[in-house]
Structure formats: C-alpha cells, structure tokens
C-alpha cells in the first residue's frame, strides 16, 4: 500500500493531531535522555549482521532506499522511557559504522558517530507494531514501520515525512520472514514458498510472545516483547537482485551494552556542557542514570503537553540550571550555539567572539570578562573572605566548583572520562581530548564532519 501523501496518522492510529506519540515522533518535543544501567530490560542493546550479495549491495548502496536502510540497520542502544496503556514510546541511539567498543575490548576503526532516533511500540490483535523515526537535516523525518502479520512474516516500511506538513512524502514497503534453522546453519536466504521445517516452532514461539501481551494486559509493549519479535534471522527479497538475510541479536547486560551507554553518555556531555562544568555534570548525571526511569510520567506527560523539557537538573554546588539547549530558540548567528536564556547568549558574545574584559580589579587592575571571576579574584588574591580550603592540602579556591575539580582531578582516583575507541580513561575531559586529538586523528576528523 503506497502511503506517499497521506497523513502520518496513516501509519499508526496513535498518530493523530497534536497527539504525544505525533509530537514525539516528529521531534516536535524534545528531551534529553541518558540510558539507564545495564541489566534493565528498559534498556537493550540491538545489533544486526547483514549478509547481502555484492550485486544487491552495490545497487542498494545508490538508492535513496539504502541511504534509509543503512540508518536503521545500524546497532542502536533502544530505551523505554513511557510505557502507557495504549502504546509505549522511547528513544534510541544508532551507531553509525558499528558499536565504538567491539568484542573483547577491541577499538572499531569504522566507527563514526551517533543518530538519535525516537520510537512508538504498540500491539493490535496481540501482533506487534513499531514505528521509529529519525530527524534529518532539511526538515524531513526518516521513518521505519514494522508490522507483525504472523507467527512468521512481517512488514517494513521505510519512508520519509514532512515535518512540517507531517505527510509522508515517500513509502518504501520489504516485507520479511524468519530464516528456518537449516537455511541459517547454511548461510542463505530461506524461501518461504518452500521452508517448512520450523513451522511448529514458529507458532511455539508466536504463543510465548502473545501470552507476554496478554498477561500484561495492555497494548503499549514492553522491549522485551520487542525481543523476543525480532531477534532472529530475517530474509528479506529484493525484487530482481538476489534476497540477503538481516540477523538481530539483543543484549541487556555485559561490556557490550555497558560500553555503548558509556560511549552515548560521553558524546552527550561534549555536546551540551562546557569543559570546565562537564567533570560534575558526569557525577551528576551517574546519579541519574538508575533514577531516569523512574520520572513520575504524569508529570512528563503534563511537561511534554505543554512542550517544555525534562532534562532540567540542578546541580547542588552550581545555581546554574542545565536544559535541554536544542528547545531554545536563542541561537549566536557567528557559531550556531543554542541558549537557555538571552544573558547567556549575550555574555558568550561578549567573552568569545568579541572578546571583552569590561571587569577590572580596582586593586590591581587585572581585567575579567565575567564579573563572577572578578569577584572570586578579589576573595582569593586581595581579601582573603569566603573561600573554600582543601581538606587534604590546604590550597584555597574562589568558588566551591573549583575546589570540588581539585579534589577529583588532584587527590581522587576516580577516572570518569573513558575514550570509546581504545577504553583509556582520564580525569578531566580536557585530557581525554588531548589524548583523542593526538592518538585518533581519523576519529576526530569524522567528528569535525558530523
């Protein structure tokens, strides 16, 4: 069924007008999110292998089809994060070119960075449905349904959505269906037509998967039905071109899945917070990590309504609050970075690009861009009053945060920055880019790219 112009309330009835699933989907709301400790199956780790003829890879790599493939057929780290009585939604993280951190510890060359994805989980008739989308760069929304028909055969959809418009302007339908155990033992595409070996346990299997949706009563689903549905070999056709087979394997503990949520919570500390407040912000968010999911959802529900953010936290030695920058609409035209408020978008101004010191010690003259460093200046060199001494070595500091940053960076022995390609840890992050820059040159230039 060709759905290119209709609304996207055409690919799930959760999707209709002003709707959380719509809002979510299409990144009308956002939300920051950090994945919670491993062992959880509110939180999985999915990874595919791809077994595809040269002939079909060479002609899928030139469509607009396998540029949409290649998106989510990465390995993606997938949370819950509401789980409803009518559907669940959640987010996931792709990694493009494979997981950082391979098997036995081994740093992966072909690793080139994250897409943040969001995804809607739901059941009708007990069969499962899945709708996961990804924002692109030019205000369209790449989008993969997956549909559940039996005990053997599902349904892809791959397409993209107007944002704006929120109407789908291409579908792409592949249907699929499980590999039999001989065809996976032998390495090749299975033929539904012919392939009847395990007939009985693919029904086995279905009976188990629906139970888990009628005992629990209730049509949002679980990741874990989600794994038990697809983790499996799949045969997909492709029309003339030769079938290739698609292998989903999950994960909910181990260093596998423990290195990829160190690899995403790392990448989002060096987007969103500056170097000298990350070092905290990691402790910070370490706390969370157990605690994310267990946000009251009605009050998520009311903030998401209402089109604010979640991610507000505050940090016990800062009065800064930290939100989610993507939701601000204050933007520096000279370097493209985001705001909570329009003092701080001023004073970066002023500090970075125009460079001012308008602060001046009327005792010794020296000039601050920032009246908060004049002022610990004036406590720590001329006054002596209100400072913060070290317990361990005496050495005095203007501000409680600089004191907490010597007690981890000087005496502690904690090394919360780890690099994702070769697992070396460091105690601040300045460190570890220092270390990235120089050992993983080629990563850092894919980095740049992004």
């Avoid at 579908?171 to 009847?196: G, N, Y």
């Avoid at 949520?261 to 000298?276: G, K, M, N, Y």
């Avoid at 939701?327 to 003092?343: D, H, I, K, Q």
């Amino acid at each position: 069924m060709d759905l290119t112009g209709a609304h996207v309330s055409a690919l799930s009835s959760h999707m209709i007008w002003d709707s959380l699933p719509l809002n979510w989907l299409l990144f009308r709301l956002q939300r920051k999110s950090v994945p919670a400790g491993a062992g959880d199956r509110s939180v999985v780790l999915a990874d595919l292998g791809i077994d595809m003829p040269p002939q079909t890879k060479a002609a899928m790599s030139m469509s607009v089809f396998g540029k949409l493939f290649a998106i989510f057929t990465s390995p993606g780290l997938l949370m819950t994060e509401v789980l409803e009585e009518k559907y669940s939604l959640g987010s996931a993280w792709a990694f493009l070119g494979g997981l950082p951190v391979l098997e036995g510890m081994s740093t992966n060359t072909c690793f080139k960075g994250f897409k943040r994805m969001r995804f809607l989980m739901y059941s009708e008739d007990t069969y499962g449905h899945m709708l996961m989308t990804n924002e692109l760069d030019d205000g369209r929304i790449a989008f993969l349904k997956i549909t559940e028909l039996d005990e053997r055969s599902l349904v892809s959809q791959f397409g993209t959505i107007d944002q704006e418009k929120q109407t789908i302007s291409m579908c792409i339908p592949i249907s699929a269906w499980r590999s039999c155990r001989e065809c996976v033992q032998m390495s090749r595409p299975c033929d539904l037509k012919t392939c009847f070996e395990d007939a009985g346990n693919f029904e086995v299997r279905r009976g188990l998967r629906k139970g888990l949706v009628v005992d629990w009563d209730q049509m949002g689903l679980s990741l874990r039905y989600f794994e038990m549905w697809m983790g499996d070999t799949w045969t997909h056709p492709a029309g003339p071109l030769n079938p290739y087979s698609v292998t989903m394997t999950f994960s909910v503990d181990g260093s596998l899945i423990e290195n990829a949520q160190l690899s995403v919570l790392q990448d989002s500390l060096v987007e969103i917070h500056p170097a000298r407040s990350s070092y905290r912000m990691v402790n910070v968010w370490k706390k969370q990590m157990d605690s994310q999911l267990s946000l009251d959802e009605h009050v998520w529900k009311k903030q998401m309504g209402s089109q604010l953010s979640l991610d507000e936290h505050r940090d016990e030695s800062s009065s800064e609050v930290v939100v989610d920058l993507k939701l601000s609409g204050l933007v520096c035209e000279l370097c493209n970075t985001r705001f909570a408020t329009n003092y701080n978008l001023k004073r970066h101004k002023r500090t970075v690009h125009e460079r001012k010191k308008g602060f001046a010690c009327t005792l010794c003259k020296k000039t601050y861009s920032q009246n908060g460093h004049l002022k610990e200046h004036v406590r720590l060199i001329h006054t002596g009053e209100n400072l913060f001494a070290c317990t361990v070595c005496s050495k005095h500091f203007g501000s409680k945060s600089k004191l907490d940053r010597h007690a981890v960076t000087v005496h502690g022995s904690e090394r919360s920055f780890q690099c994702y390609l070769c697992s070396k840890r460091y105690k601040e992050k300045s460190s570890l880019k220092q270390h990235q820059a120089k050992h993983h040159k080629t990563w850092r230039k894919e980095k740049l790219s992004r």
